[in-house]
């Protein structure tokens, strides 16, 4: 309830972009660092993820969309093995905010069935999170494939997780290595 309350005063004072970015990520942050110390337990930072997460969506769901002509059409998903949920559902507000338009797949959704979304959609942007977690798997080899299938989008991989070498990266993809880059670069277009 005390949660509640203080999100709520601070949308209501700050508006929910900035609750998110000046109050929400920061106690993220700690929290995660709480968790890494094991002074939290999972379960205890899953329910405030849930919490979040049911925010977000509220907030979305008030998004009146009256995409302008030079609105973008944008895919986002989470792969196979990726979690991080809420970042993905921050960017989809984000967009949506700005008047883009944005098919939302969710998680754990195969190149298979992203590829067959694409065909009907053909989005300006397909949009997608690889973290630590995700990197047990060959990153490089699923990055070209995302290149190769999807060559009419650029592909933007927000907290890229590549190995200390320079990554070379396809033409068609972007990296976004902090929420300010991805800021920065969704604020441009």
Not at 98 to 110: A, D, E, F, K, T
Request: with cysteine; net charge negative; glycine share 4%.
């Amino acid at each position: 309830a005390k949660f509640n309350h203080i999100i709520s005063f601070n949308i209501e004072n700050l508006g929910f972009e900035k609750t998110m970015l000046q109050i929400i990520y920061p106690f993220l942050e700690k929290l995660g660092l709480l968790w890494l110390a094991g002074s939290v337990k999972p379960v205890q930072e899953n329910f405030m993820t849930h919490l979040i997460s049911r925010k977000i969506i509220v907030a979305i769901d008030k998004i009146q969309l009256n995409p302008s002509p030079d609105s973008r059409k944008f895919i986002l998903y989470l792969p196979e093995g990726e979690h991080q949920e809420l970042t993905m559902l921050f960017i989809n507000y984000i967009l949506k905010s700005r008047g883009h338009q944005v098919i939302y797949l969710g998680q754990n959704i195969s190149l298979l069935d992203l590829a067959c979304v694409y065909k009907i959609q053909q989005p300006d942007y397909i949009f997608t999170m690889l973290t630590q977690e995700f990197s047990r798997q060959p990153i490089r080899s699923y990055v070209n494939g995302l290149s190769e299938s999807f060559t009419k989008c650029q592909i933007l991989l927000a907290n890229y997780v590549f190995s200390d070498e320079d990554p070379d990266v396809p033409m068609n993809v972007s990296l976004l290595n902090s929420l300010s880059e991805c800021m920065l670069f969704l604020n441009a277009i």
